[in-house]
């Protein structure tokens, strides 16, 4: 369970974004919970209260880092910038003050199962290997959470 490294791409801005491509048996819909839902987001990544809207923000506790060694995070304001059930998501992620991630999801129909198309774009100050490793093992404790399976190791990605 090892996600392949990010594709980049550049954006007609000269933004650069980095994007994974996972493959799930899994059909869309359930895709779509597992990235959503807050109960099943926080089986892999983090939990959400609020009242979620285009335009709004919700609360964002990111939960995974414990399984790291690190701690639970305070709460961040989570800004929604899309959201198209159950195929398009589109969130900013305060980083700091200065800078924020942005984050855009889309999940495509594949076969009997789904493909999810996760890219971030690449803020300045960021280091690649770090912004690699981090989201390969979230992806991979994504698709953990899925099937049941154990959560990957944070030392196998580090």
Known sequence: MT???????????????????????????DVWA????????????????????????????MTGEADAGGEVAEPADVRILACDPPRHLAVEFPESEERSWHLD?????????????????FADGLE???VESGWRWYLDRLEASLHGAPMPNWDDYA
Do not use: K
Not at 36 to 61: H, K, M, Q
Not at 105 to 121: K, M, N, S, W, Y
């Open 3 to 29: 996600a392949p490294p990010a594709e980049t791409r550049t954006d007609p801005d000269g933004t650069t974004t980095l994007v994974w491509r996972r493959e799930y048996p899994d059909p869309v819909d």
């Open 34 to 61: 597992a990235i959503t839902d807050s109960e099943r987001l926080g089986r892999w990544i983090g939990t959400w209260t609020g009242e979620p809207r285009v335009g709004g923000t919700v609360a964002f506790t």
């Open 105 to 121: 999801l889309t999940i495509e129909p594949h076969g009997d199962g789904a493909v999810l198309l996760f890219a971030q774009r």
């Open 128 to 130: 690649r290997a770090d």
